[in-house]
């Protein structure tokens, strides 16, 4: 079961000046999973609309079953659209001639694409090593796994997954794929496990390795740098706020500094990062690196 990730700060935050529930909202969810904040933002705002977008298919099949009487009402729209694509606001669509009171995007992983094998996104369950976030487009974690260069993995791993010394387990990983290419989560798992050894209990050795995969074949890092501003430009309404979640250090650097030199739009509502309650880390672990940011336009 999916748990939206700092639901009651996220809702609180949302209420920015003159955004009372009988106020017409139009909110756009940017990164909908499995709609647990857009749920929340349709029951507490009865009169908003939500247009909620992703770039998995297998959420918006989701929505579209689960969420199909909020679709009836026209209360909600889904729509495949990856907020990465920061030319999109230049073209006409349904981002054109309008702008949102409220914009959220939750930048981690949904539990069900973590725990679904399928989509090799987790080292604890064996499947294909994919990591795409949209499984039609660019390239897998197999691919980049199977053909980078020594440098190249390595630049990859200590620039996105922070890890200071990871020449041993590249040097495994291009040893071993001569004999065999990679195909699953769990060989390389098993080989970082192996090489690596676990020196933190509770702590996969294997967490940082796939994290930085993830970030490079989703560019996300990247997307997140090139659509940030244009969001605020352009799809942010004067009053509006936008509401970002991170769950990596380069990510909330990313909005931090975005947040903090666009002057001419706006302002940080909160001088500092907002972190989940302890409660709420003990309730759903995987919590606990969550961080938010809230930028308000100035009127």
Known sequence: MHK????????????????????????????FGRGGHTRAYLQKFPNAKVIATDRDPTALEYGQNEFKDWIAADRLQLEKFNFHAAQAFEKEGIFS??????????????SPQLDNPERGFSFYH????DMRMDPTQGQ?????????????????FMELGEIQRPNRVVKAILNDRKEKPFTTTAQLS??????EGWRKKGHHPATQYFLALRLLV???LEGLKESLAPVMEKALRPGGRLLVITF??????????????RKDLGVPVNKKVIVPSRAEILDNPRSRSAKLRVFSRAE
């Open 4 to 31: 939206p990730v700092m639901l009651e700060e996220v809702l609180k935050l949302s209420e920015g000046p003159g955004f009372t529930p009988e106020k017409r909202l139009l909110i756009w969810d940017a990164t």
């Open 97 to 110: 001639n309008q702008q949102f009171d409220l914009i959220l995007m939750d930048l981690g992983v949904s």
């Open 126 to 129: 064996d499947g294909p090593l």
């Open 140 to 156: 897998s974690a197999q691919e980049v796994i199977n053909t980078w260069t020594e440098v190249g993995l390595q630049r990859v």
């Open 190 to 195: 098993q080989l970082i496990e192996r090489v």
């Open 218 to 220: 989703n560019e996300e």
């Open 248 to 261: 990596h250090s380069l990510e909330d650097r990313i909005v931090k500094y975005i947040f903090k030199e």
